[in-house]
């Protein structure tokens, strides 16, 4: 079992930025991947980016060049910083981590509001 506590959302002007964190109960050092999903209400839970053991990672396209993720494993959390916020980032961010046995766990998720 992981649990997952995600913190860090809130609401924010169309073009600011916002980091999110996900602290992990235990070591993050040997799982297989962790990652951001985010869901509106109706609509599936997608992929917002991911980063592997071994430090590569992958970005849904919408997201490239805007979010960045990252992980610490002395403090068992990663990050997603979130530059350049549109409205259509507003969501409800999920942390999630495959464990080495591809477990999957999640955390409660987070809201992030992009708004004037």
């Known amino acids: 079992q992981v649990q997952l506590v995600e913190s860090g959302g809130g609401l924010v002007q169309p073009g600011g930025s916002l980091r999110l964190s996900c602290a992990a109960s235990?070591?993050?050092?040997?799982?297989?991947?962790m990652g951001w999903y985010r869901q509106v209400p109706g609509k599936q839970r997608d992929l917002v980016a991911e980063?592997?053991?071994?430090?590569?990672?992958n970005y849904a396209d919408s997201v490239k060049g805007r979010f960045t993720i990252s992980r610490d494993n002395a403090e068992n959390t990663v990050y997603l910083q979130m530059s350049s916020l549109k409205p259509e980032d507003t969501a409800v961010y999920y942390c999630?981590?495959?464990?080495?046995?591809?477990?999957?766990?999640w955390g409660q998720g987070t809201q992030v509001t992009v708004s004037s």
């Open positions: 980063i592997f053991s071994g430090g590569s990672t």
């Open positions: 999630t981590v495959r464990t080495p046995t591809f477990s999957r766990y």
């Open positions: 235990r070591s993050i050092f040997s799982m297989y991947s």
